[in-house]
């Protein structure tokens, strides 16, 4: 079994920053790839970002590409998303997702752990 929590959420003004963190326990962190999604109102859950096992390879959405910034710390167990430059259309929570192998993956599917969620509100 695995725990994922987040922290770092909160309301900020577009063009701000946000860093979030996940804090994991249960396995080998350092052996899975590590992913952030989120889930706007009335949407669905979306791909953000994600790491490899060792932080070598990154993978981003578009639409958050050259804002975003996701990290991994294996020694403590933690993998952040730096988020800066933040718009209205990033309101949404935030799930920190634990992979089901060592690539990335964008796919849901590829993710067998979830965080309950933190909550990113970006006024205009």
């Known amino acids: 079994q695995v725990q994922l929590v987040e922290s770092g959420g909160g309301l900020m003004q577009a063009g701000g920053s946000l860093r979030l963190s996940c804090a994991a326990s249960g396995r080998t962190f350092s052996m899975y790839a590590m992913g952030w999604f989120r889930r706007a109102p009335g949407k669905e859950r979306v791909f953000v970002a994600a790491?490899?096992?060792?932080?070598?390879?990154?993978y981003y959405a578009d639409n958050v590409k050259g804002r975003f910034t996701i990290s991994r710390d294996n020694a403590k167990n933690t993998v952040c998303l730096q988020m800066n430059s933040l718009k209205p259309e990033d309101t949404a929570v935030y799930h920190c997702?634990?992979?089901?192998?060592?690539?990335?993956?964008?796919?849901?599917?590829?993710?067998?752990?979830w965080g309950q969620g933190t909550q990113v509100t970006v006024s205009s």
């Open positions: 790491i490899s096992w060792n932080g070598g390879s990154t």
């Open positions: 997702a634990a992979g089901r192998g060592r690539v990335i993956t964008t796919l849901s599917d590829g993710y067998n752990y």
